[in-house]
Every structure is written in structure tokens, then in C-alpha cells.
């Protein structure tokens, strides 16, 4: 046992430092340091100094942030961990030297999976989940395997930018890519099992170690739920309803699939379409089905499993090591270059190096640290500090890794400014501290129904009063006139044309939209969201049941807006949703969730977690991301049913 | 013949293998709707040829895709070797486990 172990740290060892000596410098006697002067040296020879050798001549690289390494994933597999190119660019004062490193996305696939691979290993086995039947097994594997592989073929314009030199376009490049995937499903698949009921208590981890591969949309963990989705369907365990109507919009979805829209997945790696097609809508649609039930049937299979205590532990730990990580990667561009590629993250970690910093209108600059958003990373740790309230009310003491868990998260929620999150986060502990205290429960209980009455009543009359003000005119117009100034020419989307109809003739959409409008302009969210409106071009049917599972391609390329300084996403999970699945599944399903709350009033824990979810997701892309998207769906269905009477320490 | 059709496209219906040997003043004549392909040799030294027949001709002669481009496959068939070993480690390991626990 204990040389396999050995065995299993020399492999993690020389994946992690063996690529970044691989150098073809034999016959190069001397490598200057790079400077404005010198910078031709690394032009005329890409792709033969090793990362270490340039390291070696550029020690300042190490740590002084005018260095930025990027990954260029479309480079030879000789190249791979050597110095493919170097671009100097001058910002103001400062001299910034762009490193681009060679590296494959061929061999990431196998080299950062393996990583991966080895490392969930360290995770002690306990093999008390139940077995599945050998062929379905074995079946399920083959199949996510092709489905792998076919979100390749299906991609093609995606990978043939990131892939070097294999013809896509030929059945037998996809052998390669077969295998390579068969040996990733197979061992992963393996390896989780037999750790499944520990690794429900470790998923907060998927903050940590993203496990997104360069230079591919996909992530290393949906490989599992696409698995036990499959199982799943073999084995029957699905709401037929729910399932039945999803196949329905699925085949209107792949109909209505007309035209080609590229979209550049960006942060959203691994969770999103890249192009707007037939063959990449019909993936992203199997690929959402499978990991929706795969993610219901682990549940299934793992809630017992599930402990507070551990699972609040394992957030502690992750949070500080998201907070400490975050902090090292962005002060030394080396460390950020090797976390962001052995942690599988969708961004570079921030160059910021100082989270404490304000702009010049005395403005806090979040600070995301490894996340690719810092509202993103604001929502995680502000969910740390929730779990660690449960689990002090739980066992009604602190430990040690309660201490590390909201110091952290404190902190690291502090740097994000997230201040949607800070508010609630505020609010629910209050509400616990309150609870907890029984005069101010007693006193409460005590006001008689005419004072409620009364409070509701002035409200009200508060309510409509500011409704009837220019200030509220001015914020329900808000969006409208975002909308009308990136407008494009003479260019208008279905959706603004509708809006500018509305406001013309102030029908039921005009009151509903304002309303809509004055929330958006208080979140801060009037801009982004105007513009959202402003590229927002569907179909009738478009609108009543969306256009595919997470597709952006076809809103951000089917109506021309004005140019923006930078490329901007909507902001909003609940909007994106609408365009994946259109308003009526959309609010059917915050219907649903919404009467889950009302009949679950005693269950404070997963109300409070779920209005945090929801009251987030309004405001932020996260949903759009795989991990969340992950941990939202845990942290929902275990709070659901998991309740303090359930597990006693 | 394979090795022709990747690197010159398809074979032209019209096409005759034409003997060279028996004119060594033999100059090849332009096909002008035929894209100009570089081909290399071993060491390195390149070549465009501008009709099918002239590049039938160098292939054939061993002149063919860049030497990165020939390393890069020779690394991917090196790649595709150790993935089929690490899936025969793999497979055969489930195998013999199966066959110790019964």
C-alpha cells in the first residue's frame, strides 16, 4: 500500500514538473534576459527554450507582475512546456512581456486528467455505494466516451483553432481522441465509485480544482454525471413527465437550429455551446439531460451519505485554500500560470495584486482571485459562511476548521465585494442570532395582529406612493434606454421592438417590464441588462420554450448592437436561462422551486440557502458555470431534505 | 495511393501516369485550375508543384509534408501507443481483480 503511494506521488511529481523542462537549446550557447532589445532572440527561436530555462534566464519573471504566461494550446507536441512566442506591449509606463508557453491540447487531455486522476485517489475509499450491473456499466462507459468524442466532432470550429494539425474533418483523427477519453471515463468512473459517499461532502473541492482541460469546452467531473445520467436512463430512475417534455422542445430545438453563430466559450468553458449548430445544439442537449440525472441519481445514491460536520470542513478548507492560492497566483505570474493550467480554471487567476485596492472614485476593485468572476467567488464564500453557521448550530460549538472556514470566507468575501451576498449573508445570520435569542422571538410573537396589519398596510400605501414618482419613472425606463443606446443603426431585436411597443401603448408588459426594470437598475444591473435586451432577437416559440440548453451563440451573433469595450455577458442566470429554455419552463421551474419553499417553512436551513440561490443567480452568470451549476443543485436537494433531526453528531 | 490524395487532392478523372525516364528535358506544364501545393523533403527543402501530375511525381519521389508536420504525426502515433498501453494496464487490471475476487 504504502509503495503504491510512493508510486502515486513520483507519477503527480513528474507531471507536474517534468513537461516544463522539455527544451531542444542544444544549440543555443547562451539565452539573454528579455527585454525590449532583446525580445527577436525569442522570435527567432519559438519553441526551443524550455518554461524552466526561461525561468532560469528571467528570474524577475518569478515575481514581477509586468509578466503574464499564457497557455497556447494549439502548439506541437515537441513545443509542449517550451517557449512559444513572446509579444511586447507597452501600457502607459510599463513594458508587459505576453510569454506564450507551448502546450497540446491533445496531451492536456491526458496529462492534466491524469493529474486529476491521481489526485482523487488520495481520497480514501469506502466502496459503500451500491454496484451497478457489470454490462450497464460497462455500456454507459463506451457511451460517454462517444459522447465525448462527438462534442468534438460537433465543435470542430472550436477545436480546430485549438487542436495543432489533426484534420477533424477525418472519421480516424477521432480514434486518438477516443481512446484518449475511454481511458479518462474509465478510471474516473472507477475511481469514483468507490469514493462516491465520501465525495459528497468534498464537491465545495470543485471551486477549488475546476478540472476544465486547456484548450477544450469540457470538464473533467461532468464526465461522471454524464455516466450516471446514462445509468440512470438504463435504469429507469427519471421523472417520465419531465423527461418526455424535455425530448419534445429537444426535437422543436434541433428544428429551429438554422443558421451558424459562433460563440467563444471563454469563462464559460465546459459549460457551454461554442457554435450554434445542429450537430453542437444536439450534443449540449443530451450532454444537459445527462447531467441533470446524473446529478439527481448520485444524489440519490449518496444523500445518506452526507454530513454536516464533514461537509462544512471540507468548505472551511477549500475556501482557504481558494483565498490563499488566489492571493500567491496573483502576486507571482509563474505560480499563476501553473495553477490556472493544473487547476483546470477557466481564467487566468487575477492579476491584481493588491485585493485590498479602490479606484479613484473611491469605488472597491473586487478581487476574484482563481474564480473567473468575483461575484462568482463572492457567492462561494458567502455560502461558506452560511455552512459554517449550521454546522456551530449544529453542534453548538466552534472547532478549528469553523475558525479557518469564516475567517476565509470573510475575508475572501470582503475582496469580491460582492455586496449581494454580504447583505444576505448579514440578513440570515441576524435572523439566526435573533432566533436564537427567545425575548426577541417572544416579543415578536407578541404583536398583536392589528399592529402587523398595520405595518403591512403602510407598506403598501408606501409602495404606490413611490410608484407614482419620477423616480421610480426614471428607474422602470432604465433598461429601455440602455437598450435604445446600444441599438445598432437601424437594427432593432424582436425583443426591443416589443419593449418599444409596449412603452408606446403602456400595456400590461410595460408595468410588468418596469417593475423588472427598477429591480435591475437598483441591482446595478441596467446597463449589462440593456444590452442583453438590445441583442435579444427571438421567435415567438423562441421566447415561450428558448432556443437549447446552454447556447449563447445565436444571441450574441444574430443582431448587430454598437461596439462595447469589452465583451460582455448578460449577468443574469435567470435571463440566460430564458434564452436556453424560454419563459414558460423558466418560471414554471421558479414556480416549482418557489412552492418547495412555501412547503418546507420549518426547514430555515434550505430556505435560507435557496433564497441566497435564487436572490444570486438573479444578479450573476452563475449558473453558466459548471461548478456552480454543480453545487447549487447539491446544496438544493440536500438542504432539501436534509433537516437537523435528520443527522445527530 | 493514399498518400498522393492527401497531399495532392483527388485524382483527376483525366488522369495518365506519364514515364519520365525516357525524356529528361520533360518540363511540367501548369494546370492552371489546380492550387499550388509545397511539398518538402527530408532535409528539409522545399518545393511547389502546379499540376496534379507534377505533384503525383514528387510524392511518388518521397517528397511530402514538412518535417515538423512528419514529426508531429510521428508524435500523435506515439501518443495513440502509449493511450492503447495505458488502456491495456487499465482493462487488464479490472480483469485480473475480477478474476482474484472469484
Known amino acids: 500500500m504504502l509503495k503504491k503511494d510512493y508510486f502515486v506521488y513520483l507519477l503527480i511529481v513528474l507531471i507536474l514538473f517534468l513537461p516544463w523542462f522539455n527544451s531542444d537549446s542544444d544549440q543555443i550557447n547562451f539565452i539573454p534576459e528579455i527585454s525590449q532589445e532583446e525580445n527577436p532572440f525569442y522570435e527567432i527561436n519559438p519553441c526551443k527554450i524550455s518554461l524552466f530555462e526561461f525561468f532560469n534566464a528571467n528570474k524577475k519573471s518569478l515575481f514581477q507582475d509586468h509578466y503574464f504566461f499564457r497557455p497556447n494550446n494549439d502548439s506541437p507536441i515537441n513545443c ?34 491524469s493529474l486529476w486522476l491521481l489526485i482523487i485517489s488520495f481520497v480514501k475509499k469506502r466502496n459503500l455505494v451500491k454496484k451497478s450491473n457489470f454490462l450497464f456499466h460497462e455500456i454507459a462507459i463506451v457511451s460517454t466516451t462517444y459522447l465525448l468524442t462527438y462534442s468534438i466532432y460537433a465543435q470542430q470550429r472550436f477545436y480546430g483553432t485549438n487542436i ?4 477533424l474533418s477525418k472519421t480516424s483523427s477521432y480514434v486518438l ?3 484518449i477519453f475511454l481511458f479518462l471515463t474509465k478510471n474516473l ?11 459528497i461532502n468534498m464537491v465545495p473541492f470543485i471551486f477549488l480544482l475546476s478540472g476544465i482541460f486547456s484548450g477544450s469546452n469540457l470538464v473533467l467531473f ?17 421523472n417520465k413527465k419531465i423527461v418526455s417534455t424535455y425530448l419534445v422542445l429537444s426535437f422543436w430545438w434541433l428544428i429551429n437550429s438554422n443558421g451558424s453563430f459562433y460563440f467563444n466559450p471563454g469563462k464559460f468553458r465546459g459549460f457551454t455551446n461554442s457554435v450554434y449548430e445542429f450537430n453542437a445544439n444536439l450534443y449540449w442537449i443530451v450532454f444537459f439531460l445527462l447531467i441533470v440525472l446524473g446529478v439527481l441519481r448520485e ?24 483565498l490563499l492560492t488566489g492571493l500567491i497566483g496573483s502576486n507571482f505570474p509563474s505560480i499563476n500560470f501553473l495553477v490556472t493550467y493544473y487547476l483546470g480554471l477557466q481564467r487566468n487567476v487575477v492579476e491584481l495584486i493588491n485585493p485590498f485596492v479602490f479606484d479613484e472614485f473611491g469605488v472597491k476593485i473586487s478581487w476574484r482571485g482563481i474564480s473567473p468572476s468575483s461575484e462568482t467567488i463572492g457567492e462561494f464564500f458567502g455560502l461558506c459562511l452560511l455552512i459554517n453557521l449550521f454546522s456551530i448550530l449544529q453542534k453548538s460549538k466552534l472547532d478549528k476548521f469553523n475558525y479557518i472556514g469564516v475567517l476565509s470566507a470573510g475575508i475572501g468575501l470582503y475582496f469580491s465585494d460582492n455586496r449581494t451576498s454580504i447583505f444576505i449573508v448579514f440578513f440570515i445570520i441576524s435572523f439566526f442570532f435573533l432566533k436564537a435569542n427567545n425575548q426577541v422571538i417572544h416579543i415578536v410573537k407578541k404583536i398583536s395582529k392589528k399592529i402587523k396589519i398595520g405595518f403591512l398596510a403602510s407598506a403598501l400605501v408606501i409602495v404606490y406612493i413611490f410608484l407614482q414618482t419620477d423616480t421610480y419613472k426614471f428607474y422602470s425606463e432604465s433598461l429601455l434606454g440602455n437598450s435604445l443606446l446600444y441599438q445598432y443603426d437601424s437594427v432593432f431585436s424582436s425583443y426591443l421592438k416589443l419593449l418599444i411597443t409596449s412603452y408606446e401603448e403602456k400595456n400590461l408588459l410595460y408595468y410588468v417590464f418596469g417593475f423588472f426594470s427598477a429591480v435591475g437598475y437598483l441591482l446595478n444591473r441596467a446597463e449589462m441588462w440593456g444590452i442583453f435586451f438590445a441583442r435579444y432577437n427571438p421567435t415567438t416559440l423562441e421566447l415561450i420554450v428558448g432556443s437549447g440548453p446552454l447556447t449563447l451563440g445565436q444571441l450574441y451573433g444574430e443582431i448587430k448592437i454598437e461596439e462595447l469595450s469589452s465583451f460582455l455577458l448578460p449577468h443574469s442566470s435567470l435571463l440566460s436561462y430564458i434564452v436556453y429554455f424560454g419563459l414558460l419552463p423558466t418560471l414554471y421551474g421558479l414556480y416549482k422551486l418557489f412552492s418547495v419553499m412555501k412547503n418546507s417553512k420549518s426547514n430555515i436551513m434550505f430556505l435560507s440557502v435557496s433564497t441566497y440561490i435564487i436572490l444570486n443567480i438573479i444578479k450573476n452568470d452563475s449558473l453558466n458555470y459548471f461548478p456552480v451549476f454543480l453545487l447549487y443543485g447539491y446544496l438544493l436537494i440536500i438542504f432539501y431534505k436534509f433537516t437537523f433531526t435528520t443527522e445527530r453528531i | 495511393m493514399s498518400e498522393v490524395v492527401e ?51 514528387y510524392v511518388t519521389g518521397g517528397w511530402g509534408y514538412s518535417p515538423s508536420k512528419n514529426n508531429e504525426s510521428h508524435l500523435l502515433d506515439i501518443l495513440f501507443y502509449v ?10 487490471k479490472n480483469f485480473v481483480k475480477r478474476y482474484i475476487k472469484k
Request: charged share 15%; with cysteine.
Open chain 1, 299 to 322: 444524489l440519490q445514491l449518496c444523500l445518506k451519505y452526507f454530513n454536516l460536520q464533514e461537509f462544512s470542513t471540507y468548505f472551511s478548507i477549500s475556501s482557504a485554500a481558494i
Open chain 1, 177 to 179: 481522441i477516443f481512446l
Open chain 1, 222 to 238: 461532468s464526465f461522471i454525471f454524464l455516466y450516471s445520467g446514462i445509468q440512470a436512463l438504463f435504469e429507469k430512475k427519471y
Open chain 1, 164 to 167: 495543432y494539425l489533426l484534420d
Open chain 1, 80 to 113: 509542449f512546456g517550451r517557449i512559444a512566442g513572446i509579444s511586447v506591449q507597452q501600457k502607459n509606463l510599463e513594458t508587459q512581456f505576453i510569454v506564450s508557453v507551448g502546450v497540446n491540447s491533445l496531451v492536456n487531455l491526458l496529462l492534466q486528467g
Open chain 1, 189 to 199: 468512473i472507477e475511481v469514483y465509485i468507490a469514493r462516491s459517499s465520501k465525495l
Open chain 2, 83 to 92: 493511450v492503447v498501453a495505458l488502456l491495456v494496464v487499465t482493462y487488464s
Open chain 2, 7 to 57: 497531399l495532392c487532392g483527388e485524382i483527376p478523372s483525366d488522369f495518365e501516369k506519364v514515364d519520365f525516364s525516357s525524356n529528361p528535358n520533360f518540363v511540367f506544364e501548369n494546370d492552371p485550375t489546380f492550387t499550388a501545393k509545397q511539398l518538402f523533403d527530408e532535409e528539409g527543402n522545399t518545393i511547389f508543384v502546379n499540376s496534379f501530375v507534377e505533384c503525383e511525381h
